[in-house]
């Protein structure tokens, strides 16, 4: 393949940013292409510990162009910040290797200050959201009074832009959300500021793109969050703002869905949620909190600790199905050494009936969950670098997720860094194998 997808098959932090970074290595561009800040792709190169929140997981590797397409969303400051710091460790050395859309849309401090406040004013009901102005700014993309970085070409009128929209929401926050308003001058003397250390990253990403794909470049687009936080075929309200599979692409970069080879969807060896909502497989207890402590499931961008459950091929289909997905990268399996037995939900009940497929948003959480128990493994496999060193039960777990899914694995994860990782098919590598074969674990 030349062109891969990467998108997340749960609720996010499935792992994305480990296989993106991975697979980068033989990418000429990794383009992000949804979502903004609230997303946190840990990378583990080297013993050195990276989150990237808007820079895409091809910025530790020397000469790899990474691209923030149109359809995300920008706080610029958080930019400038994640670039200085990736600057101040080597990395980005050169303005080149980094290109803004002119048409991404920025994300403001009077939209975090509405998307808190809102959720405050939610209490028990509240999202759960990040807190750093996603919905807000997407609000404003498509109520047509958002601020792209093509504005800032003329300041004048950027600026008259950005007072408008000041004082609109200090308006609605004030009287509606009763809430602190935002201060115009110092945003606007602060934007004038940072103007051109922004402008010299800002193009036409979408004709970049077009045109490296045209001329045979690999190209990596690496999703944000996950399928089931995706506004449209998520779990609504408890969602995030953006579409985060596959269709994402074509409209947040401008690219023709004939560009796109494949999509891989990436998928933990168990299932973790942030924020509120229903979460089928969700588990409690002693369990929960050794798996929590042994996944580190905390989360990179807000320190939230993750719920956890088990693995839900019931989701995972849906995810496979909604995406077309080739294979899947099944991340931390490490994570389930030593759980004995380890479980499956592989369908759902309610009402005394038995469902295989994913219900309306509104029943998700009243399904009770169908579990297949398999037995566990307690060695090690943390150095595994084929399916043939796992354990026979790990083996036999991966063809059961396999054989549920209807999808076969690309990778398998055991462990944070970037080497501890069973390559079962690279997709960018020749001889790739572009079936859906499920029959890999015995290799
Ligand atoms: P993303 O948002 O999908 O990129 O995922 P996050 O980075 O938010 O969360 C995944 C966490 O699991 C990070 O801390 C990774 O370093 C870590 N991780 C990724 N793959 C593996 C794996 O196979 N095993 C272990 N133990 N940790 C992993
Ligand atoms: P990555 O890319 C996990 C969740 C939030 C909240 C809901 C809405 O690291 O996988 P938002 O701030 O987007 O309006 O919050 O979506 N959420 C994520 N959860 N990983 C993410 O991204 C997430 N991005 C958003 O916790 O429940
Ligand atoms: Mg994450």
Known sequence: MKTLAVVGSQWGDEGKGKIVDLLAADADIVVRFQGGNNAAH?????????????????????????????????????????????????????????????????????????????????????????????????????????????DLADFDAFAQKLQRNIRDKNAYLKTVLKAKPVAAAPLVSQMRAVRSRLLRYVCDTSRFLQEAIASGKRVLFEGAHGIMLDIDHGTYPFVTSSNCGVSAVFSGCGIAPNSLDGVLGISKAYATRVGGGPFPTEISGRLADMMREEGNEFGSATGRPRRIGWFDAVLTRHAVRLNGMWRIALTKLDVLTGLDPVKICVAYQIRGRTLDQVPDSHLLGKVKPVYESLPGWSESISSARSLSDLPVNARRYLQRLQELCGVGLAMVGVGASREATIVVDNPFHDGSDNSNNIAVTNG
């Open 42 to 150: 840990t990378l583990v190169v080297n013993g050195e510990r990276f989150v990237l929140r808007l820079v895409p997981a091809g910025a530790l590797y020397q000469g790899k162009i990474c691209v923030i397409a149109n359809g995300t969303v920008v706080d610029p400051i958080a930019l400038l910040d994640e670039i200085t710091e990736l600057k101040r460790r080597g990395h980005l050395k050169d303005d080149e290797l980094l290109k803004l859309s002119s048409e991404a849309h920025m994300v403001m401090p009077y939209h975090r200050a509405i998307d808190r406040a809102r959720e405050a004013r939610l209490g028990k009901s509240a999202i759960g959201t990040t807190g750093f102005g996603i919905g807000p700014a997407y609000e404003d993309k498509m109520a047509r009074v958002g601020l792209r970085f093509d």
